[in-house]
Every structure is written in C-alpha cells, then in structure tokens.
C-alpha cells in the first residue's frame, strides 16, 4: 500500500506517491473529514448518518457503507479482494481511520506549534522560525473548508484556527530573539487589525516598535489596545499590557533586543529518546488542555515492561519543566511491604524541598479529610505555576495511592494540574477502578508498542556511536523493538561482537543471564542477594546480608550497569526486569535463608518497618519466622486499619492468618483477632463474599470457647452497613441467627449495648422475612441502644423491617436523616443511600440527586467501591424517566456488569431483566418470555405467557405466585400481579392487589430500590380500577399519575 498523506488545512484532500487521489463527491469527503477529526477513534456508522443527514433518508446506512467502499478503493487502490482494509477500517460497529500523525498536515502543524514553546524557551529561535514559516505554508484556506460550518466540524476547525494564530504569535516571538523587530511589525499589525481582541499580539507588536527605535508607536499601540479592550469588551488591559507601559515608559534596559545565545538543555534534562514523536505531541496536548483550566487532567501510558514509559515520561516532564511546570514524580515500587501512599510520600516530599512547605499528613485523617488538604495544598503549588505529577508504574501502586489519586483528580484545582500515571497493560486489577473512575475526564491514553526497525537502528547507532548495519536488523528482530532489550543487546553487541547476538536466545532474562557470566562469581551472590531485597537496596542491609566485601561487587555491578546508585545508601536495579530474572535464579531454600538474614539485620536497624519486617519473616523458613512474621504483619494490619487503608489491611490480615497457619497456632483466641480484622477489612474493600465466609469461620471458633461475651463481640463485629432487602447467602444467615439468639440467651443481663447489636444482627439476618421476630429484634435493637454505633446499626435494622405494606417510603426518609445525622461516615453512606431509595420513591428527584452527591463524594473520599454500584443502578433508573429507551437500557447494562461481580448475589440475582421489564412495559412493548427473571419469576413469567396468547398455561402460572417478600421491590411485584390479573379477568386477585397498592398511591413502583421503575402506582391502580369497573376511581388514580409524573419530570 503506498503511503497516503491528508491535507486538511484548507479544503480536505489526500494524496500518495502517483499523485492527488480522487475522493469522489461531497458526502464522500465529508466521511473523510468526520473520520480525519476522530483521531484514529472509531466513529459508529449511526453516528456518521446523523452527522451526514439532518433527516436522514432510507437506506442511509447503506449509503455509509457504500461511500466508505468507494473511499477504500481510492485510498488503497493495490488492495486485494477480500483482504482486511489497513487504512480505512471497520470497528466496533462503525470505522475508523489508521492515519499516522505525521501523515495528517493538521496533526504535524500542531507539533510545531506546541515544538515552538520549548524550543524558544531554550534558545532556539532560528530553528523556530524556519519551521513556523514552513508550517504556516501548508495553510490554504480555512480549515476542513468545505464542511468547518458542519457542527461536528466546528469546534475542530475552530481549534485549528486558534492554533494558526498562536502560530503567527510564536514567528514573531521568534523575530524578536533574533533580534528582527522591524521585520516583525508588519505581520503582527495584520495580525492586530484581523484579531484586535488578542492581547498577546498587541503586547508583542509594542514590544517589536519599541526595539525598531519607535517609542511613540509602541506607546499609542498599548493605547489603541487600552481603547479596543475597553470599547469593545469593557475590560482593561491585563497586567501583561500595563507592565509593557510602564517599563516602556520608563525606558527599561531590560526590553532591548537581547543577544540570541542557545540555552543548552542537560542531558539528564532531555533523556534520549527516539521514535515517540507521536506519544509525545499526544502527551503535550494532555498539557494544553491542562494550561487551559480545563482539569485536572489526566493521561496515561501503557507498555510492556521495558517499552520505555518511564523514558517518555522523563522526557515530557523535562519539556515541561524547560517551559516553567513544576514537576514531582512517585514511582511504586513492585513490591511487598511498601508503605501505603508511598507515591505520595515522595511527591509530596519533592514539592516541599523545592516549591512550598507544608504539605498535609497522609495519616491521622480521615481519607476524605487527606483528600481535601491534598487537593488544598496542590492547588495552591498549581497557582505559583502548571503542575505535572508522574505516577510511575501505577501497576504496582496500592490502593491508597489509587483512592487519593482518584479522589485528586475529582476536584477541580484552582491551577493548571496535569496528572501523568504510567502502567503495564497485564496485572491491572487494582489500577481498573482508578481508569474507570476517571474515564470521565476524558484522559489522554498513549500505548508504546514496539518501536519501527528505523527507530531501532537510529536508537541503537546513538548507544553505540556508530552505525550497526545489518546488525540493526538483528537487533530489532530479536528484541521485538522494546527498547530495554534493545539497549541489552546493543551493550552485547559492543562488548563481545556480532556472534554474541545470535547467540542469546530470545527474552530479556536471557540477556539478563548471559550479561551474568561476565561478572565475577562474588558479584552475582551480592546481586542475587540484592534481590532478595527488593528492586530498591539499602547499603547497610545488603552488607548485612553480603559482608564488608559487597562493595566491591557493587562496583563492578555498577560498572556493568545491573545496577544503579541514585545516592550514596542506596542501590536500585536498572530495570525491574533485570531484578525479577536475577530473583528467579535463587533457589528457594536459598532465598528463605537470606530472607530471615535481612529480617534479622532489619529488626536491628529498623525495628518499628512492620510492613518490611513482615515481609522478609513470609518469605522466611520456619516456626520462630512465621511467628514473627505473624506479630509484625499484624501491626502493619493495624496501621493500615487506622489509615483507612483496606486493601493493604485485608492483604496483611491473610498474611497474619497463613503464617500462624505455618506456625501451627491453632489457639483460637489468638486467630480470632486477625479472622476479624480480615472479616471488616474484606467488607470495607467490597469482597463481601470473602467476609461472609470468615466470618462464619470466626462464629464457629468463638462458640467453641464457650464464652458468650466474645462470642457476641464476634457476631456483631460485622457492622457493615446493609441496603438490599434480600440475603446474600440464606443458610449463613440462619447459622448467624441460631449463634445470635443462643448467645443472647447466655450473655449476661448488663450490656445493654452489646445486647441491642446482637439483636440489630438477629433483624438484619432477617431481612425479607414476614415473621414478626425480626420487626421486633429490630424495635428493641433501638430501645436498648446506648452509643450512636449501636443505634446506626439499629436504624439499619429497622430500616430492613420497613417492608411490612406498601407506601411506606415516608418512613424511610425519616429513616434516612437519623442515620445522616449520626455522623458516622459508613452509615450516613446507608443513610444517603437509604435517602435516594424513598426520595425517587416519592419523585423527588432533587432529594434523591442530592444524596448521591453527597454518597458520592463520601466514597471517592474513603475509597468504598460498593457504594458507586447503587449510584449507578440509581442513575440509570434516572435516565429511564429522561432519556429514551436506548440509552437508559445502556446505562443498566453498565451498572449489571459491575454488580456481576460485586459479591451481591442476592441483590444480582434476576435484577437487570427485571429493570428492563420495565422500561419495556412503560414503553408498551409485549413481553418476552426468558429463562433468567430469576427471583422474580413466578411474578413475570405469567405476563410472557398472556402477551403470547397462553391464556390455560398462564392461569396455572398466576395460581403459583406466591406472598410477595416484604422488600424494596414490594410494590413492583403488586404492580406485575395487578397486571397478570387484570389480563386473567381475576376479581379477586385484582381487588386484593387494589387494596395493597393503595398506601402507595403517590409513589412511584419500583423506584424506591434505587434500581427500577415501573410508572406511577396510581397507573397501575388507575388500570385496576377500570378493570374493577369503577370508573370515577380510575379518572382520579390518572390525575394523581399525570401530577406524579410531573414532579417527577420538574425535577
């Protein structure tokens, strides 16, 4: 396929090396034109008719696909039949555009103009000049001339445009340091008189008269601009304009023509870097945008391990830094044992040293508090100057990094904050949440693959000082491009000639092991022993573990380059890869015995690094090991616990558990702590399916003490708080019950609290039920509770027993405001989420907004996942009542997939069929029937059967309904029956049904579990009503409907 090049600045058109090609007719050019602005993304084929067609006419897909086959064939005219499209490509429903960015005039126009920047700021100003006037040149009409009015078109044409005229800025900024003032006055007077509301260009027309020996002129220019500013927008002239005057009037040395002396750029200040042009200019866009006031922004890049993200990332943060950005990075380190928030220790401490003191505690807060002085301090950094944090290798960040990382870039700084994380695309489980969460800020992603053959020759003649030759195409074939492994086998090349590239097999720990054999046998002991300490090494630890001797090896170690030495007591790897490899290699007896040598010297010089301690004690051999491992993993634990650190917490809680498991500790007073630790860190983290079963195990181990005290500090050390109206596991909750009531009975008649929380525990296991005794567990729970943890629990409990008839979402609200009103943060979360269930049960949808605000932002703050599942099923019931169809059915698709794996079952089970049930109903389409309404069957599947026209086998259906649950889902349940009776013509059932319903005559169904809704209760009622025969009823039922869906709308 010959290389096609697309010229958009001007009317669109595209060319190869025969020549101009011929796009055909106007829609065809438009195509081009949408996908051109997409940027390589895909752009849907409907997406493409609505913005081809403002009514688009039959068969317009067709006419898509036939102005997209045209276009195929005249861009890639050698194509074959049948061979997949590599320009022009099908995807995901829609097309999309290949184009490199060099290959777009557009795309090269803006790498100069954002090259310019950085290139003046070092000194390079001739350069700049020549490539502004040449990127000036390609300029041949407005952009995308014949479709810029097209609304799809706009803002690109428009951001084009803007950059042109910052172009013509940056020439003249050029002619200036060039010492060609007088040269520059005529284009920036054409500038001026085309574009007077551009401050700059005034400001540098006065300046270019002043120095071309015309102070009159520059004077009356800051005049006629005070005069344009002033008349036209009635704002003064900034400070930029007023500081020129009066420096201008004050006839200041400083604005005559400086001399044009380069300023050199440090090497450590531009790492080497080759063949990223494209990922660069994609990352200086993220730092316009950023510059903009349009953030926090963030942006991401992913790559292999050794695909060079940290490369680029030193090179964008020294651009950055060239242009007067504040940079900070926190690298996260692999491995275990690391501090939580460590990234944000080293950010922090950098910022301090070098910008401003005073940065906030990462500890003894809670973490919305952290969060809000995090974002306090930063923005207040960002207001000195742009701000660039790099997240270096987030693939290994723990979950305190990622929360306040997530809950940063969800409040909007008061400067320009950039946000750079770089990651592995494989081992993302803890870093999903963190992109998913930021998804909406719409981050600039950047993926690094394989670098071309060219780029690898070029990269490697600049290592070796040389050009390889053929040897370059060995190179890039036995390293795949990675860069890492490009510069091993380059250090190969030069040191043992062209037989040593044929000779190491494929995969960097091969290079690794061949660059091994070179050392002395001393040197590998020490560097192998370095990595059993981790990729970062302390001197003193290693020369515990090596002897006075590691110097030596470190030396030659350093010469080789396997390691680097960032300070005097420290050591690092020069590649993670490099340690992992030399990690491997150590036998397993070998490195649990030089673990437990590190533990030991580590306990000598650290004694309270819990996190490191225990470690090194897991990785060591033996009973006293696992012992110590246990006690030190267990203070980590606590200190992850008071720093609302869960993950890090419930991880360190399974350490404490497996090494008392080594240590064959089967005392279970002892294990009863660590087992609920784990229970409430594995809560809080959402892996309820995980809690549940140690707690289960922990009820069973504290019965068999026969202590009833610790037995119901154990029962109702699950305080987590519970929302969805059916058990997730009903024969765990039984178990619970019976140990609950049994050691009610044996507990002593003081403690009036503990005894309220064992019987919140009794109501909560018996949510859903219809028996009286959790209603009264649940009453008395309340009359006993003495503390305000005992009554949140409490008001948890009655809240599940609020289900006793319908309508009663009044009370739920009242509900809801005790628990806001606690101020314990989990439950004013129930109670925010208790607040959207009765509020959009009562259609009122400002409440109900309102308190997903606020559960919102009391998430984001404490890292609590679960909650961002009720919030989405609430908006996408949201959506169901505003939106059309299509959408509102998208967005419960959404929130189904993140419930999927929630833990929930009991909330998952059957709930999505059932949300668009009633999407359908409302919409009047017939039901289908379908094998997984799940709960909710015996209430759905008769309605499939009636709309099929199965009248026998429906009526067998309906005979086998049950009493509905009393749960959240109530009122829909009545709704459907009310509806399968009315097409059974069943009186009886109907009449019952009438009279359920109607306490809930102003509620709308459903909407009170946050997740569905099924219209108005007075619809449903009005339809009953008719069928009743008792038309006046039913005219006064729609009224009440009509008023119910009117709030609903206005609010």
């Known amino acids: 396929m010959l290389p096609v090049r697309f010229a958009v600045l001007g009317p669109v058109t595209a060319e190869n090396a025969d020549g101009p090609i011929d796009l055909k007719g106007p829609r065809h050019r438009a195509v081009l034109a949408r996908l051109l602005i997409a940027r390589g993304r895909t752009v849907p084929a409907t997406r493409l008719v609505a913005d081809l067609w403002d009514d688009p006419p ?71 000049a020549e490539r502004v006037d040449e990127a000036l040149s390609w300029w041949r009409g407005p952009a995308y001339a014949e479709v810029a009015d097209e609304p799809w078109a706009l803002a690109e044409a428009r951001r084009l445009d803007e950059l042109r005229l910052l172009a013509i800025e940056r020439r003249a900024e050029a002619a200036l340091a060039l010492g060609a003032a007088a040269e520059a006055v005529p284009g920036l007077d054409a500038h001026i008189t085309a574009h007077p509301w551009r401050e700059d260009a005034w400001r540098l027309l006065a300046l270019a008269l002043y120095r071309s020996g015309r102070q009159g002129d520059a004077l009356d220019t800051l005049r006629r601009a005070r005069s344009v500013l002033t008349g036209e927008l009635g704002v003064d002239p900034g400070p930029g304009l007023r500081r020129l005057e009066s420096r201008i009037l004050a006839q200041d040395a400083e604005l005559e023509p400086p001399i044009a002396t380069p300023v050199p750029v440090a090497a450590h200040e531009l790492p080497l870097l080759v063949g990223r042009d494209a990922e660069l200019a994609r990352l200086h866009i993220a730092a316009d945008r950023a510059a903009a006031g349009k953030g926090p922004v963030p942006a991401y890049i992913a790559g292999d391990a050794g695909a060079g993200k940290t490369a680029l990332a030193q090179r964008f943060s020294a651009e950055l830094a060239s242009r007067g950005w504040t940079t900070a990075w926190g690298p996260s380190p692999e491995h275990d044992g690391v501090p939580p928030a460590w990234a944000w220790t080293r950010i922090l401490r950098r910022l301090e040293r070098r910008c401003l003191p005073g940065a906030p505690e990462l500890t003894g807060e809670t973490p919305f508090a952290v969060i809000a002085a995090l974002s306090d301090y930063l923005s207040e950094v960002s207001r000195r100057a742009p701000l660039l944090l790099v997240f270096d290798d987030l693939q290994f960040a723990g979950e305190s990094t990622l929360e306040l990382l997530a809950g940063v870039l969800g409040t909007p700084p008061a400067g320009p904050v950039l946000v750079l994380g770089t990651h592995r695309p494989t081992g993302l489980a803890p870093l999903t949440g963190l992109l998913a969460r930021t998804a909406r800020l719409e981050p600039v992603r950047v993926y690094l693959s ?263 500090e154990v029962i109702t050390a699950f305080a987590v708080p519970a929302l969805w109206t059916r058990n997730d596991d009903e024969a765990l909750s039984a178990r619970v019950v019976a140990a609950a009531e049994r050691t009610l009975t044996a507990l002593p008649a003081a403690g009036r609290d503990l005894r309220s929380r064992l019987l919140s525990t009794i109501a909560l296991e018996l949510r859903g039920t219809t028996g009286p005794r959790g209603d009264t567990a649940a009453q008395e729970a309340e009359e006993l509770a003495e503390t305000p943890e005992a009554l949140a629990v409490a008001l948890n409990a009655r809240f599940m027993h609020s289900f006793g008839r319908a309508g009663l979402a009044p009370v739920r609200a009242r509900i809801a405001e005790r628990l806001v009103a606690i101020g314990d943060p989990a439950f004013a979360v129930l109670g925010h989420l208790i607040g959207i269930q009765a509020a959009a049960a009562l259609a009122d949808f400002a409440t109900a907004d309102a308190h997903s605000d606020a559960v919102t932002a009391i998430a984001v703050g404490q890292g609590l996942p679960l909650v961002g599942i009720f919030t989405d099923w609430y908006g996408a019931t949201r959506l169901s009542l505003t939106a059309d169809a299509g959408a509102a059915e998208a967005a419960y698709r959404r929130a189904a997939v993140r419930l999927a794996t929630a833990g929930m079952p009991g909330m998952d089970d059957g709930l999505l069929p059932l949300a668009l049930l009633g999407l359908r109903l409302r919409h009047g389409e017939a039901v289908e029937e379908r094998d997984d309404w799940g709960q ?53 059932r109907m009449r019952r049904v009438y009279s359920a319903l109607l306490p809930a005559a102003g509620e709308l169904a459903g909407a009170g579990s946050g997740a569905v809704v099924f219209g108005p209760v007075a619809s449903h009622l009005g339809d009953l009503a008719l069928a009743m025969e008792r038309p006046e009823e039913a005219a006064a039922h729609y009224e009440r409907a009509a008023a119910v869906l009117a709030e609903a709308a206005r609010r």
């Open 450 to 712: 394989g670098l071309t053959e060219p780029a690898v020759a070029e990269l490697g003649a600049t290592l070796a000082g040389r050009d390889l030759g053929a040897s370059a195409n060995t190179i890039h074939a036995r390293s795949g491009g990675n860069p890492f492994y490009v510069k091993e086998l380059v250090r190969l090349l030069d040191t043992d000639g062209e037989s040593a590239l044929s000779a190491v097999p494929p995969g960097v720990g091969e290079v690794v092991r061949h660059r091994l054999t070179a050392l002395a046998p001393a040197t590998v002991t020490v560097l192998r022993q370095a990595a059993v300490l981790g990729e970062d090494v302390d001197i003193d630890l290693i020369t515990a573990l090596a002897g006075d001797e590691v110097l030596d090896a470190v030396d030659e170690a350093l010469e080789a380059g396997l390691l680097e030495a960032p300070t005097a007591a420290r050591l690092r790897f020069a590649h993670a890869l490099v340690r992992d490899t030399v990690y491997q290699d150590v036998s397993a007896p070998r490195r649990a015995r030089w673990h437990a040598t590190a533990a030991a010297a580590l306990a000598e010089s650290r004694p309270d690094d819990a996190e490191r301690l225990a470690h090194h004690y897991l990785r060591a051999d033996g009973r006293d090991a696992a012992l110590k491992a246990a006690h030190h993993a267990a203070i980590a634990a606590e200190r992850a616990d008071r720093r609302f650190a869960p993950h890090e917490a419930a991880r360190l809680w399974h350490d404490v558990l497996d090494a008392q498991d080594r240590a064959g500790v089967d005392d279970p007073r002892v294990r009863l702590d660590a087992r609920m630790g784990l229970v409430r860190a594995l809560a809080i983290t959402g892996d309820l399916d995980g809690s549940r079963r140690q707690r289960s195990a922990a009820i069973g181990n504290a019965e068999s003490l026969g202590d009833p005290l610790q037995t119901a």
């Open 936 to 988: 909710y069957g015996p209430w759905c599947r008769p309605l499939a059967l009636l709309d099929a026209g199965r009248t026998g086998e429906a009526r067998t259906a309906a005979a086998a309904i049950p009493p509905s649950p009393h749960d959240l889902l109530l009122e829909v349940r009545l709704c459907l029956e009310g509806r399968v009776a009315r097409g059974l013509d069943d009186l009886p």
């Open 58 to 128: 039959e068969g317009a897909i067709g006419a898509v696909q036939t102005f997209v086959a045209a276009l195929r064939r005249a861009l890639e005219p050698g194509r074959r039949p049948r061979s997949p499209a590599r320009l022009l490509v099908t995807a995901a429903g829609g097309y999309a555009l290949r184009a490199e960015p060099e290959m777009v005039d557009a795309r090269r126009f803006e790498r100069v103009v954002i090259d310019a920047a950085t290139m003046l700021a070092a000194g390079r100003a001739a350069e700049v």
